[in-house]
């Protein structure tokens, strides 16, 4: 295995920690920008068109996340296999699924977009989304249909890069991005008037810049994009695999938008006061995922490389130790949530109902965080593992819980409306529960422990 670019990191020697820290910094701070796109769409527009205006982004979330979903596990799939193979020291096959991915990751995502723009209105209609704010999120849905296949242009050059270990190049095109997002959101509803329509022109507009940007620079810079005429060919063998371990993914994280969805739809029945804090509390924990999101994706490709190369102890290790990382996160960030949830609230709203709705939220949410981690921490090392079954055993588990445990909640008079956060909680705890109980069978199976 050659490695003449400095930017592609071996994560099958060396201090477990150190490494797991060194790669997931860069892709720490990208994933800050990512959400950046989020935030900028809902402080803009929350503070200068209305609460109205961002209950609209915020019902179209969870279906933007389902149509985003169901492309971005393909990628996650072809991630693995490259890791995989980035581990075994094998070039050939490392090109190989890099190019097939890369055939499954523009297929896909037109044809899910053309069909997402047609279901529009009757997803709209079951989210029960309120009448006065169903033109603007229709208007937002139908700009992300249409720009979902630059979306996931950036997110399948993305993963093949961390797949070998370099998680810098993505983040330096991904500031420029979020920067010029900044600009066009300013330019488009603060000058143009364009409304929620222009915060997600210009999210899309953002994201094919920072995908066409990275590739190109990938395909210059990086060695394993130096493709030869057999290294383009499509694969049946390698593409099966792809499908194989992203099918699961994408389904996995599919369930979880359909879920969340039927949440959405309780949040909605509650009116546009609870949907803005719902949207402000989710923005914000958006955020608080993305540590634990980050370590998850780190120690996937750790535990990628280092099961290639056949090194189990040091996958152990790094599980451990990722572990602890994430339960002092959880600890420090437990007492912000607790007596800050106003102040953070108000960066997104002036009005005052939804300030106070959205900071009791966080302070019931944050008690949970602990178990959050558990389930992004566990995801990783499964993935790496390319445990398939966990992927829509995880996602299945996480449909049961947000059908049934808000409505239940929410059915209690003494709970009521704040049966939706603490089901958000209890559902993390579910999951996390399950998740922890697959990998210790499967640790057996796969690492024989």
Known sequence: MKEQNSSVLNMTEGNPVSLIIKFSIPMLIGNLFQQLYNLVDSIIVGQFVGPQALAAIGV????????????????????????????KGDDDEVRTSISNTGYIMFVFPLVVGIIAYFLIDPVLIILDTPAEIMADSRSYLSIMCVGLIFVSLYNYVSAMLRALGDSKTPLYFLIFSCILNTILDWIFVCIFHMGVFGAGVATVISQLISGVSCLIYAISKNEYFHMKKEDLKFNSFISKKIIRLGFPLSLQFSL???????????????????????????????????????????????TGQNYGAGKSDRIIVGYKKSLMLMAIFSLLMLPIMQFLGAAIISIFVKSADVIAMGATALQITSLFYIMLGVIYVVRGVLNGLGDAFFALLNGIVEVIGRFIVPVMLTGFATIGLWGIWWSVGIVWSISGLTAWLRYLGYKKQALQY
């Not at 933007?64 to 193979?85: E, R, Y």
């Not at 938008?257 to 949907?275: D, E, F, P, T």
Request: charged share 5%; glycine share 12%.
């Open 60 to 87: 179209t979330g969870s279906v933007t996340f389902l149509f985003f979903a169901l492309c971005n596990g393909f990628g996650n799939g072809g991630g693995i296999i490259t890791s995989q193979a980035f581990g």
């Open 256 to 302: 979880i938008a359909i879920s969340c969805m039927a949440l959405q739809r309780v949040v909605n029945s509650y009116g546009s006061v609870a949907v803005a804090a719902f949207t402000a509390t989710s923005r914000i924990e958006q955020i608080i995922h993305l540590p634990y999101q980050t370590l998850g994706a780190a120690l996937a490709t750790y």
